[in-house]
Each structure stands twice: as structure tokens, then as C-alpha cells.
């Protein structure tokens, strides 16, 4: 096996960025949410730009998880989290294309601001990960919580007739707790009361904030 050079990584991850924020990701294989993906139904102008922002916000955090994971994959201790992290990522690779499907049939754009919730999130996983598997996980654990709470917000104020976007944001949601409940059964530390009551809600309020317009 050839061992990559420095710029080789850079490269590959690089590589990697581009194809999250503007390629298609390869499906896993599992069967789509819903058997329309393109449909809008009775949705009036008004409603499809509701939801567009709040699909366009989900899909600004597909494409951060997928930075997360990268990143502490890259200083992951053990080969199991490595993998973990790993499958994880792919799974949400199902989402981000089913956020973009969603955003399309509305009308609407994914945020402009992609490569900067990428590499953000990047920066944040290669620090979690440095600090060692348990606290990495524990970043997971907590950043799926958190993640679960905003679908539930997000399923109280999409339009009642937007029946593909519930049917994503439902089995989105169904996918992030599970990620959590492996991180929580491989051991993952409880992050400190800062790091979960402030940091990360105001990271969070800052990306849904700008993602919703940008």
C-alpha cells in the first residue's frame, strides 16, 4: 500500500470537500424515505420557501457532519472508531442527498456557504480527535443530541402538506440517534457543561442562521 505523503492527505481531503458541497454522494443502498422525492404538493410559494430554509439548514449540517467525521477520523486512536466514523459519514452521505432532492423540488439553492461549514467542522473533528476516542466520541454523541432536537423543531414547523421533506427529516432523525447510541455504547466521555451549553448551541445558532438565508 503506498504510504501518502502530507500533500497527498491535503489532497485527498481537498478532493473529499468538493465532492460533499457540490457533487452527488454515493447512495448506501437503502431504500429512499419516500417513494416521490420531487413532490411539493398542494404547497403554496409561501410554504415552499419555509421549507426550502428549513431543508437548506439540514443540509448545511449533512455537509458539517460529514467535515466532522472526517476530521476525527483523521486522528482517531483505535481502528473501531476509525471505522465507526467511517460508516457513520456514509449514511450521512444518504442525507445530504436527500436534502438536496428535497431543496430542488422546491425551487430553491443549498447554501453558498458549504466549504466553510466543511472545513469549519473539519477543524472542530481533527480537535475532538486529537483529544482522544472518548472525548471524539463524546463530540458525537452530544452533536447527535443536539442535531435531534433541531429535526423535532424543524417537523413542528414544516407545512403540514410537505409530506416527502417529514418523511427525510423522520428518517433523518430515526439514523442520528442512532449514531449517538453507538457513540454512547463505544464509550463516549460526557463533554464539559461549557463545551455542551455554550459553545455548541452557539456554533449551531450561527450555522442555521446563516444556512437558512445563504
Not at 443549498?110 to 482522544?132: E, H, M, R, T, V
Not at 454523541?141 to 414547523?157: A, C, P, S, W
Request: with cysteine; hydrophobic share 40%; glycine share 6%.
Amino acid at each position: 500500500m503506498r504510504h501518502l505523503s502530507l500533500l497527498d492527505k491535503l489532497l485527498v481531503e481537498v478532493d473529499q470537500s468538493l465532492r460533499t458541497v457540490y457533487a452527488t454522494a454515493p447512495l448506501s443502498g437503502r431504500p429512499l424515505p419516500t417513494d416521490d422525492m420531487q413532490s411539493v404538493g398542494s404547497l403554496t410559494d409561501a410554504e415552499k420557501r419555509t421549507a426550502a430554509s428549513l431543508m437548506r439548514i439540514n443540509h448545511a449540517g449533512e455537509v458539517a457532519a460529514q467535515g466532522l467525521y472526517r476530521g476525527q477520523a483523521l486522528n482517531a486512536k483505535s481502528a473501531e472508531v476509525k471505522a465507526q466514523m467511517a460508516e457513520s459519514a456514509a449514511e450521512e452521505n444518504d442525507h445530504l442527498n436527500w436534502c438536496e432532492a428535497r431543496i430542488k423540488a422546491l425551487g430553491s439553492h443549498k447554501s453558498y456557504l458549504g466549504p466553510f461549514w466543511y472545513w469549519g467542522s473539519y477543524s472542530l473533528g481533527a480537535i475532538a480527535g486529537a483529544a482522544g476516542d472518548r472525548w471524539s466520541l463524546g463530540f458525537v454523541k452530544e452533536t447527535e443530541d443536539q442535531v435531534t432536537r433541531h429535526i423535532d423543531q424543524h417537523l413542528q414547523k414544516l407545512p403540514p402538506a410537505d409530506k416527502a421533506s417529514h418523511a427525510v427529516l423522520l428518517q433523518m432523525k430515526q439514523d442520528e440517534q442512532h449514531h449517538a447510541e453507538v457513540a454512547q455504547q463505544a464509550g463516549a466521555a460526557r463533554l464539559p457543561w461549557p463545551v455542551r451549553k455554550i459553545f455548541m448551541p452557539l456554533t449551531s445558532k450561527v450555522m442555521t442562521g446563516l444556512s437558512s438565508k445563504i
